[in-house]
């Protein structure tokens, strides 16, 4: 009965929390993503001057998170007659890689913000569009530093979303999950020339059976072929040379655990660990 | 009260697990009326689906019909970018460009009706401000032909197949 309690108001405040309205300046400041392992986007910097916005997005990647880049956002009130600056209730901000576009409809929840991204790929690759949920929280210290820092040589915008790719592509120096790969992956992410079935070895001290077909890899790892400590199962999908992944353990050992794994393909015969949840302990798999 | 309380609980775990999950395009396929009937903004969408692809017809309110906005081709997106969006869709976008406006539609599923974000921005720097809007659409009662002429058929078919069968054997009521 507490917890009826406890659901209803939950629930009674969640509607407030988004029926609200708004003025410009509470979209503005630094925010980070309430999720700290989103595979999407990590922060976002608004900067906020009478009616007009500029949205600063950063998405995840490995080994800093890719800079996607500043647009302008537009603002949107409840009617033609309102006055922006006090009365915005959504702003949205479209990022272009090139590739790929990602609009964002930014609306405020509660003291934070939900962010409902929306990719859609121009490049022909065949992936689908799709659409992705965050919630983002005022970051305490603002401390005038960037969120995301120096984009790194990873993925862009969309970046790490599921799935993959992404919008602001931007990267400096970085290739774009649409783009090429190490091994002659194609944009839409099915591997040409890459064949990951085979047995790999991997620093965890486990043995990996893997199976490629198209872009679905599966495998089956054990630590010893008798009497294992832990054995897993995992399946990803290849987009690019990432691999994106939920793993498993099974009862074959002793251990439970599971995850996601994020793998990138460096070669057709090393695969190295992006981002790893559920206490996975490998990191890179060589045959 | 606790019954109350129960029924409501059980009334917004519903609203949001219909509102959370993803459809089929078919789902959004047919036309489809405003709620609210005394809406100033868009009051019907016709949606069509062939494969992967989708396309949004759209009336806006005026006097003394309503407006014809047209059709457009509309984005379809799913979860994530291996889903099969015949099969996974989650939302449409159809964007609309007046020359003086744009309007975007985001059109979601919200359990068998669906729920539509429209968000209007001006390009003629008239100084109006851009506005958003949400409307929540209801699939519009079904008009069948029959061989003996037209038969009003109201919502859910169930009613319409019963009438059907009165009408054409004279026979009321029951099973």
């Known amino acids: 009965m507490r917890l009826l309690n406890i659901c209803v108001m939950a629930a009674l405040l969640l509607m407030l929390a988004c029926s609200g309205q708004a003025s410009m300046s509470q979209f503005a400041g630094t925010w980070s993503n309430t999720d700290p392992a989103t595979r999407g986007i990590t922060s976002l910097q608004i900067n906020v001057s009478g009616s007009s916005a500029q949205v600063h997005a950063w998405g995840s990647c490995h080994p800093t998170d890719c800079d996607w880049g500043s647009v302008q956002a537009q603002a949107f009130a409840s009617g033609v007659s309102s006055n922006i600056a006090s009365d915005a209730s959504t702003l949205i901000a479209v990022f272009n890689s090139g590739f790929s576009e990602t609009t964002l409809v930014i609306t405020p929840y509660g003291s934070g913000l939900q962010v409902d991204s929306y990719d859609r790929f121009l490049d022909g690759s065949g992936r689908s569009n799709y659409i992705a949920s965050y919630t983002f929280q005022k970051q305490a210290a603002p401390g005038g530093t960037s969120p995301g820092g120096a984009a790194p040589g990873g993925t862009s915008p969309g970046g790490a979303a599921p799935g993959g790719t992404s919008p602001g592509g931007a990267a400096p120096g970085g290739t774009s999950p649409g783009g090429a790969a190490p091994g002659g992956t194609s944009p839409g992410g099915a591997t040409t020339t890459i064949d990951l079935t085979g047995v790999w070895n991997c620093d965890d001290g486990g043995k990996y059976y893997v199976r490629q077909l198209g872009t679905t890899v599966w495998w089956f790892g054990e630590q010893s072929p008798s009497n294992p400590t832990w054995t897993n199962v995992m399946q990803g999908t290849v987009s690019g040379n990432i691999i994106y992944a939920d793993w498993s353990d099974v009862p074959l050992g002793s251990v439970m655990s599971s995850g996601n794994l994020v793998l990138q393909i460096v070669s057709n015969n090393q695969l190295t660990a992006i981002s790893k949840t559920g206490g996975f302990g490998g990191s890179t798999w060589t045959r | ?175």
């Open chain 2, 1 to 175: 009260m606790n019954d109350r309380m129960k029924m409501t609980a059980a009334l917004l775990l519903l609203l949001i697990s219909l509102s959370t999950c993803s459809a089929s395009l078919s789902q959004f396929a047919g036309d489809w009326t405003n709620a609210d009937s005394n809406t100033g903004g868009i009051t019907n969408l016709s949606i069509s689906v062939s494969g992967s692809s989708a396309s949004v017809h759209a009336w806006g309110r005026c006097h003394p019909t309503d407006c014809d906005w047209g059709t457009v081709s509309a984005y379809v997106f799913s979860a994530d970018v291996s889903s099969d969006p015949v099969t996974q869709a989650q939302a449409l976008m159809a964007v609309y460009n007046s020359g003086f406006s744009v309007t975007t539609l985001f059109i979601k599923p919200q359990g068998s009706s669906l729920s539509v974000q429209s968000y209007t921005a001006f390009q003629d720097s008239s100084g109006r401000s851009n506005y958003a809007s949400s409307y929540k659409f209801n699939r519009k009662a079904t008009v069948q032909l029959s061989a003996s002429g037209l038969l009003a058929g109201v919502a859910p078919i169930q009613g319409m197949k019963r009438l059907q069968t009165s009408i054409l054997t004279g026979k009321q009521g029951g099973n």
